[in-house]
């Protein structure tokens, strides 16, 4: 299948710094991505969903000055957790869906495991 | 709308025996219907899909699961269970041929394997 490569795995920051996530379709065009966060044994809650070129659509709830997304090219998408907090320690997964892919099936990351200190 | 209703939060085995993870969907569109497994710290594989063909479907290392329409079902089975099966399972539905709608996720079942 598709790969999506997503980067750091981990990372710890100060709070009050950024971090940014980047995830990256490595042989096909992701026509859209979609950022996910999960708490500890819990499902995966949607945060917003970017199309290449276009600003991202977020989900109730999900502040979009504090998690900025990019998606400026078909195969990059990063997002940026601005003045992380401890409350903002997560496990953040993207997935991205494109053109060579079959059409449904959504190719997730590796998921980036944020910890805020 | 959208949504899954997995009906167990935890599911645990003992190694040999069958598994039944159980799935109901609701949707007002045509779904795609997927399983996911994601063991811990890492991201999500996808086991299996169905997207309006066969409705039993298999996937990979002895997973099946089958579509019932009259029964809003997608349940998630393999005959005999491997220590290597025990992970956070998700069942998740789709628009069916919409690469733009995402993808809404159950709450997961644990899966345990005794030995």
Not at chain 1, 16 to 34: H, N
Not at chain 1, 63 to 86: C, G, Q, R
Not at chain 2, 53 to 67: R, S
Request: charged content about 15%; aromatic content about 10%; overall charge positive.
């Amino acid at each position: 299948g598709a790969v999506v490569s997503q980067h750091p795995s981990w990372v710890i920051c100060k709070s009050g710094t950024s971090v940014k996530i980047e995830c990256r379709s490595l042989d096909f065009q992701a026509t859209t991505m979609f950022w996910y966060r999960q708490f500890p044994k819990q499902s995966l809650m949607l945060m917003a969903t970017s199309n290449e070129g276009s600003k991202a659509t977020y989900e109730q709830g999900v502040e979009k000055d504090k998690f900025l997304i990019n998606h400026a090219s078909l195969t990059l998408s990063t997002l940026t957790v601005t003045s992380a907090h401890p409350e903002d320690s997560s496990f953040y997964i993207c997935s991205a869906r494109g053109t060579g892919t079959g059409g449904t099936e959504a190719f997730f990351g590796q998921g980036t495991r944020l910890t805020v200190v | 709308a959208q949504s899954v209703t997995q009906l167990d939060s935890h599911v645990s085995v003992s190694e040999g025996t069958p598994v039944l993870l159980r799935c109901n969907y609701s949707s007002s569109y045509s779904p795609s219907l997927f399983w996911y497994v994601q063991h811990p710290n890492k991201g999500l594989q996808l086991l299996l899909k169905y997207t309006s063909a066969a409705t039993l479907v298999k996937g990979i290392n002895g997973f099946e699961a089958e579509f019932k329409k009259s029964e809003t079902s997608f349940h998630l089975t393999k005959p005999s269970a491997h220590m290597s099966d025990a992970a956070e399972y998700f069942c998740v539905v789709s628009q069916l041929n919409s690469g733009n709608t995402p993808l809404v996720f159950g709450k997961g079942t644990r899966l345990s394997v005794i030995a």
